[in-house]
């Protein structure tokens, strides 16, 4: 059994950021690379992190792209494939989690925050493009994307959503503001599914991501309403001091579980 303290504060104090992330992810996508540092400093292993931070995070996603659908800023026709790849991508990367042994684990996580780190850093404004893409290829390619990023979003999470709109600003020459529509349609599947798969094994804790899932949801509808100037790069910045501190945290756990 592990002893996690996690008093009202502390969860406030993860309901705070929770908001931030939320708000941060209807903006630019990157969201998790907020809440999920916070739920591994708070000390929760890295898949009780990894299955609250889906069981919170699936309300700012359905809020978030409920809003960009009444705006219209979503492709309709679009929708249908890019959630079911999305949710079939992220079962399948929600069960490669469930499989690795918790060491082996802890260094991935390590790895990928960096990785995804690294994305939302030296990631710029993606000017879209005119595409010259068939049916048939338009449809092969959204099916790859959403697949293979929802396989990631099962598996790891942070830095999905800004994947998917660069994804589509760069492949569909979706303007920024659609692209970010789309990336919902596709990150409220992978929210979706990993959700339900870490629920079923008993890997989210509840009394923390209720919490968090409300204040996620407020802070995803008040992104998606926003029209943030000049704001991104202050959210990088933030969002990758965060991580490196989280990421030093995880190297000094992993050395005094090597030295014990």
């Given at each position: ?91 399948l990367g929600a ?15 390590i790895v990928l ?35 293979g990023l929802g ?110």
């Open positions: 059994m592990i002893h996690l303290p996690l008093g009202p504060p502390l969860i406030a104090l993860l309901a705070a950021a929770a908001f931030g992330a939320g708000l941060v992810d209807a903006i630019a996508g990157g969201g998790g690379l907020v809440s999920l540092p916070a739920l591994l400093a708070a000390g929760l292993p890295p898949v009780l992190a990894l299955g609250t931070n889906k069981g919170q995070a699936v309300f700012g996603a359905t809020a978030s792209a409920l809003t960009y659908w009444r705006r219209g800023a979503i492709d309709r026709d679009r929708a249908a494939l890019g959630f079911a790849a999305g949710f079939v991508g992220s079962w069960r490669a989690v469930l499989a690795v042994p918790l060491g082996l684990l802890r260094g991935i996580v925050l960096l990785i995804a780190a690294a994305v939302v850093l030296l990631r710029r404004n993606v000017a879209p493009r005119p595409t010259k893409l068939g049916p048939g290829a338009a449809r092969a390619a959204l099916l790859a994307i959403a697949l396989a990631y979003d099962g598996f790891f999470g942070p830095g999905t959503g800004s994947m998917l709109v660069i994804a589509f600003a760069t492949v569909f020459g979706d303007a920024l503001t659609r692209a970010s529509g789309n990336a919902k349609v596709v990150n409220l599947a992978s929210n979706l599914a990993a959700m339900t798969l870490f629920a079923a094994h008993g890997t989210i804790l509840w009394r923390v991501a209720l919490p968090m899932a409300a204040a996620n949801a407020l802070g995803a509808t008040t992104g998606a309403h926003l029209a943030v100037r000049n704001g991104d790069r202050l959210v990088r910045v933030v969002v990758v001091a965060v991580v490196l501190a989280v990421v030093v945290k995880l190297v000094i756990d992993l050395l005094r579980t090597h030295g014990s």
